[in-house]
């Protein structure tokens, strides 16, 4: 008996059927197998440091000064030296070579370095005792501005400044007590330190 043509119809359906699942799972085979590899890819080409653990915040204290103890701020020249008196008054700073003009308020006026002599005064309150407008000086050099106020083995200690503007280092085979400085610092402590003004030197 020949095959009705419903019976074709329904085998060929059959057939189209099972070709189309066998197309659409290896479809899906393949598309699976594609995710997974772009997967794998994108996860070896993270770098090293996105996929390490994030550091925990260092908590170490900051270290202390070489000495052992915490760092000092630097000293500020222009402050006045602690333990040097009151009122207006000159400071001579020995170690800092330094002299400070010091105004009533106990506010420096003026400071500047200058060139020690080779005779130095003990620390301690002096006052002015002298002045002279331009002589020449122990070393021979010809100075102006010269404001005396103590004597120290037998040497008169004052400030003065070079007619020629020079600060050299004394000779320390001879003894000398100009205190040098440049001249325009000259100028301004001639005009502060008249007779009768204090001078305080601190170690």
């Known amino acids: ?16 059927a099972r ?14 197998a594609a995710v997974c590899f772009l997967a794998y890819q994108a996860s070896a080409n993270v770098p ?11 908590t170490t204290a900051p270290s202390a000064s070489p000495g052992g103890g915490p760092k000092r701020p630097a000293r500020d020249p ?9 009122g207006e008054r000159v400071v001579y700073g020995l170690a800092d070579r330094r002299v400070w003009l010091v105004g009533g308020d106990g ?13 130095s005064p003990p620390p301690g309150a002096y006052a002015v005792t002298s002045r002279s407008g ?7 050099v010809r100075i102006e501005h010269v404001v005396r106020f103590a004597t120290t083995q037998d040497v008169a200690v004052g400030f003065s400044a070079a007619v020629d ?22 100028d301004a402590l001639w005009t502060f330190a008249v007779i009768g003004k204090k001078i305080v030197v601190v170690a």
Do not use: C, Q, Y
């Open 78 to 86: 222009l402050a006045v030296p602690a333990a040097s008196g009151t």
């Open 1 to 16: 008996m020949l095959p009705s043509p419903f019976d074709t119809f329904v085998r060929e359906v059959g057939t189209v």
């Open 165 to 186: 503007g020079s600060m050299p280092e004394p000779d320390p085979a001879k003894k000398t007590g100009g205190i040098r400085m440049k001249r325009a610092d000259g």
């Open 134 to 140: 331009t002589v020449r000086g122990s070393d021979g």
């Open 107 to 119: 506010k420096a006026t003026r400071t500047f370095t200058v060139m020690p002599s080779t005779v």
């Open 48 to 58: 090293a440091d996105l996929s390490a653990k994030p550091k925990a915040p260092s």
């Open 19 to 32: 070709s189309s699942s066998g197309f659409v799972a290896g479809l899906t085979a393949v598309a699976v």
